[in-house]
């Protein structure tokens, strides 16, 4: 049966096989015979073959399918098909059909529409565009607007024809604020918040308040304050504008609106840029009011303004007349009136009695005595065994029998919030043997045999304030007491008082919640209800806001915070009104601002019907017929038609193709400059780049153009008057052009600065604010004849010396010293000088100053009368002696081995010398008393010898320049040359000292061999004088002579050291090198007197703090330097520190030097006194000349007396061998002989 089966069904596959044959045309596919669809044959559900896929050829995929302009599409539709425009078809040679004849919608007689400011247009894309104000973008081929062109158009929101300039509100044609801006509105026209502080929005940019006191600083260096002083008062010290600006009345000396010095009685503040009285000097001046010479508060007079209480309502100089109501006059200060009932500043409360505990007393809050907590005069609780009862606090029992009498009125609630003591069987029912055995209903007996209530029986009972299953307005019971919310920091029965830091109250509900954190720009706190909401009209943009432009103007594009624009505005975007490209018609232009459209005569665009004819400019010269396009009759024209074309001309004038010409055009001449067409001496035809003017009858240039053309100076291309090219083409006041470049003319000012004082003169510098040379054919010598010097109606004599070269050539810092020599005492003298010729000086534009006069107050003049002369000049001389004998005691000493007495004169004339460097007006008497100890220093000392190491060696270091007092002792401010001088020093003593002890061994060794016997007695005395001499000094060693080296030379080494830390440049590689070799050998040297320290020895010990003293000393004078009264002040307590330390030391020092160096630093210390007096009264000449006779009197006296000391221990040694030598003179009795004289002979001796 299988194989039966197997061979039916190969069979049916054979039959299936070869039974589905399809016929010609179609396919099989599934056992289907299908059509072939592109056999060029038509069969079966086929409309068409035309064997190909084309389409729009009649026939596409076997179907019927036309072009879409065919109506008809079957075998019998001809080919091609008639394309209608305006059907809404494309077909043909139709770039678009959109169905309408609409022109500027994009499709206009069937042909792709450009922009309507295209002006050559090319399916659909644009290559010209010639309309004002817009350019083809080569890119899209279409017209976009010419940014920068100074014309606001299309989508432009300004043009201010810098495009490259992000900070000029304008950028790429769209407004924005400047970089300063922090947030700026969403049109980019108003900053609404600045980045810095000191700054508030203006317009588009951030702008310094000035005034409000704080100092605004500018990262971007465009509007920085100088200062700010509260005020916009000018010539206060800063002007309106925040700009340093000198005070005219007080200030004596201004530089670069700086002031520098002011007048007598005024001290400069220099932050403030301000002279200020000065206050407690008993002379009001200025804005003083008053001068007490104190600084008690409310007295009257403070601070030299009247002072007086805020409750004083007339004040005085001499205090408080009267009070404000509420308070009364006790003496001359207001106190408050306790008991008026007036509640004044330092009353809590005023009830009008003195009862005690009714919640006010003496003006204060006060509760009732048994109060625990009070609270604003209420007590909030009670103390123990009290309860609180109508706000008073009544004692338990009292209240109990209270209770017995009112128990069945009174409301226990009010209760409830104080616990009263322990009472016997509260809420007890029975009691036996005194304790309790059966409570009150609702209440249970505890461990102790108390009865308590049950918390949480939903009866309120005991001290119970609530039950937890009641929760009403979310105030909490928890345990049976009231309790408030989370963050309630004052809670009373549940309901909250006061809400902790950073929340708020909100009564309805009784919680704390959140304050709100408006901090976004624009949001407002409602402090009532704790929200947050914004102002519209604030001119600040929430986030709930479109806009806010702080006006109500309904079509200014922002009305009720929400973008609005004028009625007729074709598309209102943000507020700004643009065109949709449909709303003006050719030649016409769509005006934003008023949302309508208008035209521009002179475009080359012929606008219907405002216009008759447009040739491309407003009034063409060479089209007469064609003005302000308009067609009119010209003015050479007799006749014209309606038209307005010339039929007719005038005498003289011939017609040609409709205008008129005269007859001798080419032959008429003007006689008006720069006119090329005249008409009865009347020009009607100007040169290019002038302008007719009918009054003057002439043709000028046109000024603001960018052409110098005739009599214009410079043409900056605008009218502009002040930005150094006027509105007439002239250079601005204080400016000058050259080729139409035109900068800022800075007029050399001279300048006086006064220096110093010598003997009885005074030394002025006249320099220039910049560098200046002579003009041609001038000299120096002409230009100080020119100079008229006045002095206050004194004679004076003046003295004219040229300190810097000056030529025709080159440009230098002219610098003039000017010697003003006293004839009689002047106070406070005002010297001027006149220049009668300014031409004389020119700076590097050839331009002279225009100040003739400048002037500078001086001081007082340091004036020594004939017999104060004689005086100072015997003083000098006694001290010159005085010198000239410690001079030859140093040279006494150095043979009889006293070098410390060397150390010490020459360390007490160098104290001395340099009491010169403290910076405070000195007398001229002290002054040349200084000139008497200036061999001392280092560098008199080489100018002395001739010989300076570090300029006459290999080494070439440059000056360094600092004060003037500094460089007048030949003092370099260069670390260098200083070194150098004091190494050199250093390096001939160790060599000195190596050739001594090479010579004394060589003595030693050579006096072994010599033969004595030849020699006779004195030199036998010689020779042992030079041996003991050898052998003493064999021994020492150079540290010794380092240490008094060091000591001698400590003074001039500090001095050098700071001069060149505070006054060297360290820009230039010496700068850098003298820098690090200065902090090395600092650190060496205290690093060095800090380790002979720990020696742990007397003599190291009192070296190191000897030290110490001096380099204070040294640091004092020149860091202090510029603050006289700190350095004086300073200078005294280093005198009275180390005169304090020798004081305890004393015992360890040899009697005689200990005397010597207290009485030295006791007296210098007297001296930083009088100098510290003298610098109070340094305006007052007699009074400084009286302190300086005083401190040379002192100066003296420490000379003589160490001077005495000295030579009495040099010749103390010679006076006792002489008095041994005649003691040992006396007779000599030998064999006792004595003892046999008689007894009275005896008693003789």
Not at 741 to 757: A, S, W
Request: aromatic fraction near 12%; include cysteine; charge should be negative.
């Amino acid at each position: 049966m299988i194989q039966i089966f197997n061979n039916v069904i190969n069979n049916v596959e054979i039959i299936k096989k070869y039974a589905f044959n399809c016929q010609i045309g179609f396919i099989n596919q599934n056992d289907q015979c299908l059509p072939i669809c592109g056999d060029g044959l038509k069969h079966g559900n086929e409309e068409c073959d035309d064997n190909n896929n084309i389409l729009d050829d009649g026939c596409y995929n076997c179907r019927f399918q036309c072009p879409k302009e065919c109506l008809t599409c079957n075998e019998l539709t001809t080919f091609p098909c008639l394309n209608l425009c305006g059907d809404g078809i494309l077909s043909g040679e139709e770039e678009c059909d959109d169905g309408n004849s609409i022109q500027f919608d994009g499709c206009y007689q069937c042909k792709i529409e450009c922009q309507n400011q295209c002006t050559l247009c090319m399916r659909g894309l644009c290559y010209q565009c010639q309309t004002y104000g817009w350019i083809v973008e080569i890119d899209s081929k279409t017209c976009i607007e010419n940014c920068g062109d100074l014309i606001t158009i299309g989508r432009e929101q300004c043009d201010d024809g810098l495009d490259d300039n992000q900070n000029d509100g304008c950028y790429q044609c769209k407004r924005v604020c400047r970089n300063d801006c922090l947030t700026c509105s969403s049109n980019g026209q108003t900053c609404l918040e600045c980045k810095i502080v000191g700054f508030r929005p203006f317009s588009y940019y951030c702008r310094n308040i000035c005034g409000d006191g704080y100092l605004a600083i500018d990262p971007f260096d465009r509007n920085s304050e100088e200062c700010d002083d509260f005020n916009l008062t000018n010539f206060d010290g800063c002007s309106s504008t925040c700009k340093f600006q000198c005070q005219s009345n007080v200030c004596k000396t201004c530089v670069n609106n700086k002031c520098i010095e002011c007048i007598d009685n005024y001290y400069l503040n220099q932050n403030q840029n301000k002279c200020i009285e000065q206050c407690n000097d008993n002379i009001i001046i200025g804005s003083e009011i008053c001068e007490d010479m104190n600084s008690l508060l409310y007295d009257g007079c403070y601070n030299c303004q009247l002072s007086c209480q805020s409750s004083c309502s007339n004040c005085t100089i001499n205090g408080c007349l009267s009070c404000f109501q509420g308070y009364q006059l006790v003496g001359i200060h207001c106190k408050p009136i306790c008991g008026d009932k007036l509640i004044v500043i330092q009353e809590d409360c005023d009830d009008g009695n003195l009862i005690p505990f009714d919640g006010c007393h003496f003006c204060k809050y006060s509760c009732s005595q048994h109060c625990h907590t009070c609270y604003n005069g209420q007590c909030i609780m009670c103390q123990h065994n009290y309860i609180r009862y109508n706000g008073l606090c009544v004692q338990t029992i009292q209240f109990n029998q209270i209770f017995k009498i009112y128990s069945h009125s009174i409301n226990l609630d009010q209760f409830i919030q104080n616990k009263p003591s322990n009472a016997f069987y509260e809420f007890c029912k029975e009691v036996i043997n005194d304790i309790c055995i059966v409570c009150q209903e609702f209440y249970s007996l505890n461990v102790i045999s108390n009865c308590q209530s049950q918390c949480g029986d939903n009866i309120i009972s005991g001290y119970e304030q609530c039950e937890d299953s009641i929760t009403q307005n979310n105030i909490v019971c928890n345990e049976c007491q009231l309790v408030c919310s989370d963050n309630c920091i004052y809670c009373q029965f549940g309901i909250c008082l006061q809400c902790g830091e950073g929340y708020y109250l909100k009564l309805i509900n009784n919680i704390c919640e959140p304050i709100k954190q408006c901090t976004d720009i624009g949001l407002y706190y409602d402090i009532e209800n704790n929200l947050c909401f914004d102002i519209c009209g604030d001119g600040i943009k929430s986030k709930q806001e479109l806009c806010d432009d702080d006006n109500d103007d309904p079509y200014d594009g922002c009305y009720k915070c929400q973008y609005s624009c004028l009625p007729n505005c074709p598309l209102c975007i943000q507020g700004q009104c643009v065109d949709d490209g449909n709303t003006c018609n050719e030649g016409y232009y769509f005006d934003t601002q008023k949302a309508e459209c208008y035209n521009i005569c002179g475009d080359g665009i012929l606008s219907l019907p405002d216009e008759d004819c447009d040739n491309g400019t407003l009034f063409n010269i060479q089209d007469d017929q064609c003005q302000n396009c308009k067609i009119i009759c010209a003015k050479s024209c007799q006749v014209c038609n309606l038209n307005n074309q010339c039929i007719s001309c005038k005498k003289n004038y011939e017609l040609l193709d409709g205008k008129c010409y005269p007859k001798d055009f080419n032959q008429h001449l003007c006689k008006i400059d720069n006119c090329d067409y005249c008409e009865d001496t009347q020009c009607i035809t100007c040169s290019i780049g002038f302008t007719y003017h009918i009054i003057q009858n002439e043709c000028q240039p046109i000024c603001g153009d960018g052409i110098i053309i005739d009599k214009e100076q410079c043409d900056d291309g605008n009218l502009i008057n002040g930005d150094g090219c006027d509105q007439n083409c002239q250079p601005s006041q204080d400016s000058q052009c050259v080729n139409n470049q035109c900068v800022p003319i800075q007029y050399p000012v001279p300048l006086l600065k006064f220096e110093k004082e010598i003997d009885n003169s005074q030394i002025v510098y006249l320099t220039f604010d910049q560098q200046v040379k002579l003009s041609f054919n001038y000299s120096i010598p002409l230009f100080i004849k020119s100079i008229n010097t006045f002095l206050d109606d004194k004679a004076i004599n003046v003295t004219f010396n040229e300190i810097s070269t000056l030529n025709q050539e080159q440009l230098s810092n002219l610098q003039i010293q000017i010697i003003i020599n006293f004839q009689e005492i002047s106070n406070n003298p005002i010297f001027s000088i006149q220049f009668s010729d300014l031409n004389i000086i020119i700076n590097e534009f050839g331009i002279t100053s225009n100040h003739q006069n400048v002037s500078i107050q001086l001081p007082s003049p340091n004036f020594l009368s004939q017999k104060q002369q004689q005086l100072t000049a015997s003083l000098v001389k006694f001290s010159t002696y005085q010198i000239q004998i410690i001079a030859g005691l140093i040279l006494a000493s150095s043979l009889s081995g006293k070098f410390e007495i060397i150390q010490n004169q020459i360390d007490l004339i160098q104290q001395l010398y340099y009491l010169k460097y403290i910076n405070t007006r000195k007398g001229q008497n002290l002054i040349k008393f200084f000139g008497t100890f200036k061999i001392i220093q280092l560098a008199s000392f080489y100018q002395f010898i001739g010989f300076n190491p570090s300029n006459d060696l290999f080494f070439n270091f440059s000056f360094q320049k600092s004060e003037s007092i500094f460089e007048e002792d030949g003092r370099n401010a260069n670390y260098l040359s200083n070194f150098i001088s004091i190494l050199t020093i250093f390096v001939f003593a160790y060599f000195t000292h190596l050739s001594i002890q090479l010579l004394i061994k060589y003595f030693m060794n050579h006096i072994k061999s010599l033969n004595i016997i030849n020699f006779n007695k004195y030199q036998l005395y010689g020779l042992l004088k030079i041996t003991k001499f050898s052998i003493k000094n064999c021994r020492n060693k150079f540290h010794n002579q380092f240490k008094g080296l060091l000591q001698s030379l400590i003074y001039e080494y500090i001095i050098s050291s700071f001069l060149s830390l505070i006054y060297q440049d360290f820009n230039s590689a010496e700068g850098r090198l003298s820098f690090i070799a200065n902090g090395i050998m600092q650190y060496l040297l205290i690093n060095y007197l800090l380790s002979q320290e720990y020696q742990k020895q007397k003599s190291y010990s009192q070296f190191t703090y000897s030290c110490i003293q001096k380099m204070l000393f040294g640091i004092i004078l020149i860091v202090c330097f510029k603050s006289a009264i700190i350095q004086i002040q300073l200078c005294t307590l280093n005198e009275f520190f180390y005169f304090y330390y020798l004081y305890q030391q004393k015992k360890q020092l040899d009697k005689l030097e200990s005397f010597k160096k207290q009485f030295l630093h006791f007296n210098l210390f007297i001296i930083n006194l009088f100098f510290l007096i003298n610098e109070v009264y340094r305006n007052d000449t007699e009074k400084i000349l009286y302190y300086g006779w005083v401190i040379i009197a002192l100066m003296s006296f420490i000379l003589s007396i160490t001077l005495f000391i000295d030579i009495f221990k040099i010749t103390s040694p010679f006076i006792l061998k002489i008095i041994s030598y005649i003691k040992a003179q006396k007779p000599q009795f030998i064999n006792h002989e004595i003892f046999d004289q008689p007894e009275q002979q005896r008693q003789l001796f």
